[in-house]
DNA sequence: CAGTGGTCTAGACCACTTG
DNA sequence: AAGTGGTCTAGACCACTGG
């Protein structure tokens, strides 16, 4: 009495799409053929490609899109929470692309809830800015920051789309934000923030949001931002959970 | 100019499916007509109806069981990270039926890695026990505790299967874990561990490992475990990351 | 053993990207 | 304009569940 192993096509056809990668030598982002085309010469009906490809693709291993192309999925970008590495350094450590677009930019006041976030007076005025973060030209963070204007004056008339945050706070404002405390979790992408980071409405996401303390300890800055899940991987130094007894 | 809103049917389809349930009432557990069914009662193709439901399940909406039938997916429980609630305490809060399963349990001696992790020299006698936790029936979590043995001696011989780990922690040892840190990533199953959790290989799912601490500051417990994502959901006391700009 | 969800085949139209 | 992925139709077989 033995299991029969029926191994399904679409299990088949996945490990060749991977394997065709590693035969073709092919990089991330390179362009596998079209499903037509590997349908026809595999000869394979296009709804099994489609179920192998999308199996890839929730692996992370592949990505599509419509109009242009299957391709392979660069590894995810390793972001740590222990050390408070910014978004900058880690691109810069993977050696990848950072490009940053501002999406709002403006002085307000603290309102109540940033009041209790940031230990400041109501109506104490903050900076606040929306930033959509790309990697390799896929939109991958989008994040919220709110800075105390008061402790650094004119910190608005910058274009951070350009310039480093932290690096202007360091060199012009004498602040180096050392101390903070991040926390993680996942939600689910509003219909705004599928559109702006390009993944499906209720696409699981990684939030973290987190707080930045002078050396004296004050709050000078909180933040929270969305990270793509297909994009990231969060770090601890943790053993995997893969050595279980 | 306008844009044309042609609305697809899948979507329309689990739309249809959303209002059903609650027209009739269905109750989280409560079985759809099978998919045959309503294919023909609403004039649909089983491809389309799939692609729905489909759609419905990575939502969350509902759940499905090959050679039974679909049914409406119950809320997912709620965790919090920050307070430091066990799984049993959150399951109370919410009124659900909890079941664990001790799948391991033994006394063993302190590695490499766990003496850096619960700073204990190597060789300390630690009480390693692996659980499967069900909520209402179903495979929700598995988990790795691993317990410094020779502050709790003979904590090895009761059933955790049956009996609170930290009320006999508590009880018995004069134990209160108040302290601790928790850290929150995600991962993909193994082929085991999907098979314990009912889930497919390389699910994604929450991977939380953590440090419990003696109001001393010494580590008595260390452990991980893997939370079925389409089970739960951590929240943080953070402002919804909706409530952006 | 009848009914269920899971899978596969074969063929078609659509909106979009790209040369 | 041609090619791409995304979707839909119609019909079929499979392994499994449950009475």
Redesign the interface.
């Known amino acids: 009495m033995q299991k029969t192993y029926r191994s399904r096509p679409r299990d088949e056809v996945a490990e060749r799409i991977e394997c065709y990668i590693v035969e073709q030598n092919l990089q991330p982002h390179g362009k596998l053929p079209s499903e037509r085309t590997l349908c026809e010469e595999w000869g394979l009906n296009r709804a099994t490609l489609r179920s192998a490809i999308r199996k890839l693709i929730?692996?992370g291993k592949l990505y599509s899109q419509a109009g242009s192309g299957t391709y392979v999925a660069p590894p995810k970008m390793r972001r740590n929470?222990q050390d408070m590495e910014t978004i900058s350094e880690a691109a810069r450590r993977e050696g990848r692309d950072l490009k940053t677009q501002v999406l709002?930019a403006e002085i307000i006041e603290c309102t109540k809830?940033l009041s209790k976030k940031m230990q400041l007076r109501l109506g104490h005025k903050l900076f606040?800015m929306?930033r959509l973060r790309s990697i390799d030209g896929m939109p991958a963070v989008?994040e919220?920051t709110y800075l105390d204007a008061e402790r650094c004056q004119g910190i608005e008339n910058k274009d951070y789309g350009q310039v480093s945050l932290y690096e202007t706070l360091r060199k012009d404002y004498g602040l180096a934000l050392k101390n903070g405390r991040e926390?993680?979790?996942?939600?689910y992408t509003?219909e705004q923030?599928g559109e702006l980071l390009k993944v499906p409405e209720?696409t699981?996401v990684?939030?973290i949001?987190g707080r930045m303390f002078t050396e004296d300890g004050h709050c000078v800055e909180y933040f929270?931002s969305?990270n793509r899940?297909d994009l990231f991987?969060?770090?601890?130094e943790?053993?995997?959970?893969?050595e279980?007894?």
Chains 1, 2 share one sequence.
Do not use: C, H, R
Not at 183 to 187: C, D, H, P, R
Not at 233 to 236: A, K, L, R, T
Not at 238 to 242: E, G
């Open positions: 929730v692996e929470l709002y809830q606040a929306q989008l919220l926390s993680i979790g996942l939600t509003s923030e209720n699981a990684f939030f949001s929270k969305l899940a991987q969060f770090s601890s943790l053993v995997s959970p893969d279980s007894i």
